[in-house]
């Protein structure tokens, strides 16, 4: 069925008169005739009665035209979310995201998308940085928020902040008393800390960064989670190195302290495929640009 043609039906249908119904149309009154023969031809039954001075529908046209409008809205809808998705107003955002983050950015970064788009729907996965990289490269997400950059010219990265790193450690231990430390504190203290194995590049980070201060890093317990470490930390097994953006969680018996080493900061990245970015991802890096200013760590 030609749509053009059930458009030129209606039109006719609702003027009842060729010649103004071609103006409607933007076309002139031969063509407009063709294609309504055209129409009945393909239907094969009459539409209009021209027997008289006057157009009118025959049974048969006054039963299309109602279905012939519906047809017609169904895909002008169909058209318009097409062009939406073009747009990126809507369609669905795959998103991973290292577990820090779920404390303070993303919640904040989502709430402003959907404030702007509230037709987009989010796919949200924790995934590890090293697990973003490999995700986005196998196409199963469109955007990770990450704590380093990917090994790959496949992935393209965009800073969104340098975050300060804090000292979780339980609230009667001897670090808890001063209103901030250092890293070099840490020597002989055991560390809870994130699986090395699900992110080899957070340890590895963290590692290089209590070397340069003397301090062996190879956390007693492990997980994947931080409210497991952190748990593991008001339990009092051992102190943690975590993000500021964690502090939002404070289960009973747990204290967070300022780090006063420069050094004492982790970035936290956009990763994406590399080329132009889809609509969809090009919405979430505006967002994140205005809600954030990635300056130097102080």
């Given at each position: 069925m030609?749509?053009?043609?059930?458009?030129?039906?209606?039109?006719?249908?609702?003027?009842?008169?060729?010649?103004?119904?071609?103006?409607?149309?933007?076309?002139?009154?031969?063509p407009l005739s063709q294609q309504i023969r055209l129409l009945e031809h393909e239907l094969d039954t009459a539409l209009f009665d021209r027997s008289t001075r006057r157009v009118t529908l025959t049974d048969a046209g006054k039963f299309l035209y109602p279905e012939a409008v519906r047809l017609l809205a169904a895909a002008d809808g169909v058209?318009?979310?097409?062009?939406?998705?073009?747009?990126?107003?809507?369609?669905?955002?795959?998103?991973?995201?290292?577990?820090?983050?779920a404390y303070e950015v993303m919640p904040r970064v989502l709430a402003e998308?959907?404030?702007?788009?509230?037709r987009v729907d989010?796919?949200?996965h924790t995934l590890s940085s090293d697990e973003?990289?490999?995700?986005?490269?196998?196409?199963?997400i469109d955007l990770g928020i990450s704590r380093a950059a990917a090994d790959s010219t496949h992935v393209e990265a965009t800073l969104v902040m340098h975050e300060r790193l804090l000292l979780a450690a339980g609230a009667s231990h001897r670090l808890t008393e001063s209103s901030s430390a250092c890293l070099r504190d840490l020597a002989g203290e055991p560390i809870i800390g994130f699986d090395r194995s699900v992110s080899p590049s957070l340890h590895a980070v963290l590692a290089g960064m209590l070397a340069a201060e003397g301090v062996n890093y190879d956390p007693v317990i492990e997980a994947t989670e931080y409210t497991t470490v952190l748990g593991f930390v008001a339990a009092g097994e051992g102190v943690a190195i975590v993000p500021a953006g964690v502090q939002t969680f404070r289960p009973p018996g747990l204290q967070y302290v300022p780090?006063?080493?420069?050094?004492?900061?982790?970035?936290?990245?956009?990763?994406?495929?590399?080329?132009?970015?889809l609509p969809l991802v090009s919405h979430a890096l505006e967002v994140v640009a205005e809600l954030y200013d990635p300056q130097p760590p102080a």
């Open positions: 030609n749509l053009r043609r059930l458009r030129y039906f209606t039109t006719v249908a609702e003027e009842l008169h060729f010649g103004r119904a071609a103006d409607r149309l933007l076309m002139s009154q031969p058209e318009r979310l097409m062009e939406q998705r073009r747009g990126g107003q809507t369609g669905t955002l795959r998103v991973g995201f290292v577990d820090s983050a998308y959907r404030r702007r788009r509230p989010f796919e949200l973003q990289a490999q995700a986005l490269r196998a196409g199963r780090l006063e080493d420069s050094v004492a900061s982790v970035p936290l990245l956009l990763l994406r495929g590399a080329g132009e970015p």
